[in-house]
């Protein structure tokens, strides 16, 4: 897995795990953010952290989860030292960074939440 795909689930990750850290009208920035997302990931991971760098709060979660994913991905060998791939074609999503950022933010933000949407679905 590349270091910006790493970026990319870090970013997912705390915006499903860290709802409370982001604010109301820091959801239409990122949605506007989303809407804006580049199809290439380092561009992608780019955005992100310009974008981290305004919330200290969502930036050091988002730089912890980094850092746990560093390690849990060298101990399951999905990655060597060095970020060496080791066959990781099997473990990667079919979906881009890009569309995988605007599914969690769309699933994750209020403002898209519907008070009875998801108790309607049985």
Do not use: R
């Given at each position: 897995?590349?270091?910006?795909?790493?970026?990319?689930?870090?970013?997912?990750?705390?915006?499903?795990?860290?709802?409370?850290?982001?604010?109301?009208?820091?959801?239409?920035?990122?949605?506007?953010?989303?809407?804006?997302?580049?199809?290439?990931?380092?561009?992608?991971?780019?955005?992100?952290?310009?974008?981290l760098?305004?919330?200290?709060?969502?930036c050091?979660?988002?730089k912890?989860?980094?850092?746990?994913?560093?390690?849990?991905?060298?101990?399951?060998h999905?990655?060597?030292?060095?970020?060496?791939?080791?066959?990781?074609?099997?473990?990667?999503?079919?979906?881009?960074?890009?569309?995988?950022?605007?599914?969690?933010?769309?699933?994750?933000?209020?403002?898209?939440?519907?008070?009875?949407?998801?108790?309607?679905?049985?």
């Amino acid at each position: 897995m590349s270091i910006n795909k790493k970026a990319a689930i870090a970013f997912i990750q705390v915006i499903e795990n860290q709802v409370n850290l982001i604010a109301d009208e820091n959801w239409q920035e990122l949605n506007q953010l989303s809407n804006e997302l580049p199809e290439d990931d380092e561009e992608i991971t780019e955005k992100i952290e310009d974008w981290l760098k305004s919330y200290p709060s969502l930036c050091e979660a988002y730089k912890q989860k980094l850092k746990s994913m560093d390690k849990s991905l060298t101990e399951d060998h999905n990655i060597g030292p060095g970020g060496a791939k080791l066959n990781s074609s099997q473990n990667q999503s079919s979906q881009s960074s890009k569309e995988l950022i605007q599914n969690a933010i769309k699933e994750n933000s209020p403002l898209s939440n519907k008070p009875n949407s998801k108790s309607a679905i049985a």
